[in-house]
């Protein structure tokens, strides 16, 4: 990586009312392994970008007495992480065929320090759907650069003039998936807290080797997407048209209600568990995008969702395996069906979806990627680096992300719980939306959705509109 990395693709992408402090490479306290890991077929389709994540904090005043406490104190027990988390050290090494390898090398990560002139309470009820100054508390990822000079995670410590901070992270979905992601986030902090690491990172990325399926995979079909609406090849019209991005709540007797009309009209003969809170609310997401879009009764559509497999195989993945342990699978229906069927068919089409994730589908999926010459149409790589390939959830379908069982929230590294985190959604793709636990704690929660704009108020409208009309019918 060029020394000069970041006075190049930071300090030029910072807003006015932001300035650049300092710019560090921080690499593991101790030497740690080096070498070249492969990444395995999970590692490398899906999003091959940096994730983002933000915190706002407010510390106490004893922690600003000093300018660079904090700072300091993020940076110490960061490079203390790393020495048990060392791949997020390395880069990424192309190979053929758009596959990757990982090496272990200790570049090192980016920690950058920012000021703003402005204060938290500027930023009103953090709504950063409507606030383009979100953006700037964020780094700045250079993908024209070569992959083996792109860090695998960059984080912006930011100061606002009133003594609050917020805490922003990228880090690579080809290296960790969220679950790992998490995971390393709780270590940290512990470690900043002055506390030992409680649970170790598993870097053991060949346990599925030499494990067959017992099914032929030249007899397994991985299901194409509905071509894209709005344009003739399905990728690169339709991508232009302007998006917008919005934040729904739903409280948790909302939420209650919604999944007991999913149980009682689709359930009632059935002994199963019943519907989740995941297979519910993005079945009525699924519907409201279907009639916000206007689409007819034949209209075929998915629904991607992302199954983490360590409890799915046999035997087992550690809880602790730092990688990526999912995959996208995809729920397929006519719009006709999801409009005009009870809430309850939608959150049958996604159960059954989810229930398809065994350990003889992962070891099918995972043969049959090794088996592909190129993996370009399972991976939703940056635009500027993949030209005109485009994720599939766009119009006429929809992604739903669940990070409702992730531990993202109280991430405290001394100064107390964050007043707010989120998703950072500055850089969401139309069709693409996240739910997530409420950071109050009180059993409501948040939905992230990036829709084209000129159906976003439709979907809104039919949101809560069919959850009240679903809702009073029951009663």
Excluded at 113 to 121: C, M, P, R, V
Excluded at 126 to 138: A, G, I, P, V, W
Excluded at 437 to 452: F, K, R, T
């Amino acid at each position: 990586m060029h020394q000069n990395y970041c006075e190049r693709n930071i300090k030029s992408t910072m807003s006015s009312a932001i300035t650049l402090k300092g710019c560090y490479t921080v690499k593991p306290i101790e030497p740690t392994w080096s070498g070249c890991i492969s990444l395995t077929e999970c590692d490398q389709v899906g999003f091959m970008t940096h994730v983002p994540l933000l915190y706002f904090y407010r510390p106490p005043q004893n922690w600003l007495t000093s300018p660079t406490k904090i700072a300091t104190i993020l940076k110490h027990s960061l490079s203390r992480v790393l020495m048990h988390f060392y791949l997020l050290a390395g880069r990424l090494r192309s190979k053929e065929n758009f596959r990757f390898d990982l090496e272990c090398n200790a570049k090192g990560v980016e920690f950058i320090e920012a000021e703003s002139s402005s204060t938290l309470s500027d930023l009103g009820d953090f709504s950063s759907s409507s606030n383009n100054y979100y953006r700037y508390l964020f780094p700045h990822v250079d993908y024209t650069l070569p992959i083996h000079e792109l860090p695998l995670l960059l984080i912006q410590l930011t100061k606002f003039k009133c003594g609050d901070i917020s805490i922003s992270v990228l880090i690579s979905h080809a290296v960790v998936d969220g679950q790992s992601t998490s995971h390393f986030l709780n270590e940290w902090a512990q470690l900043a807290r002055g506390e030992p690491l409680k649970r170790v990172p598993c870097l053991d990325r060949t346990m599925l080797h030499g494990k067959k399926p017992c099914n032929s995979v030249n007899e397994w079909k991985f299901n194409e997407p509905p071509v894209l609406l709005g344009n003739s090849d399905g990728k690169v019209e339709e991508s232009k048209k302007k998006t917008r991005v919005e934040k729904i709540k739903l409280n948790k007797a909302q939420v209650e209600k919604l999944r007991k009309i999913a149980n009682e009209s689709w359930n009632k003969h059935s002994n199963d568990r019943g519907f989740s809170r995941y297979e519910t609310i993005a079945g009525h997401m699924w519907r409201s995008a279907c009639k916000a879009r206007g689409h007819k009764n034949e209209q075929p559509t998915m629904l991607g969702v992302i199954v983490d497999w360590r409890s799915r195989v046999k035997p087992s993945l550690p809880k602790e395996y730092f990688g990526n342990a999912v995959y996208d699978l995809m729920a397929t229906s006519l719009a006709g069906d999801l409009i005009s069927k009870p809430l309850g068919y939608a959150s049958s089409k996604i159960k059954e979806t989810i229930e398809k994730m065994n350990d003889e589908y992962v070891r099918l999926m995972t043969e049959y990627l090794k088996k592909l010459d190129d993996l370009t149409n399972f991976q939703n790589l940056h635009e500027i680096v993949s030209g005109n390939i485009v994720p599939f959830y766009q119009n006429p379908n929809l992604g739903v992300v669940s990070w409702l069982t992730l531990p993202f929230h109280k991430l405290d590294f001394g100064w107390g719980n964050e007043l707010y985190m989120e998703p950072g959604i500055h850089d969401m793709l139309e069709g693409e939306s996240f739910i997530l636990p409420s950071s109050h704690d009180d059993g409501s929660l948040m939905i992230y959705i990036c829709l084209q704009e000129v159906y976003m108020d439709a979907f809104k409208r039919h949101f809560y509109e069919d959850l009240e009309l679903e809702t009073l019918s029951k009663l």
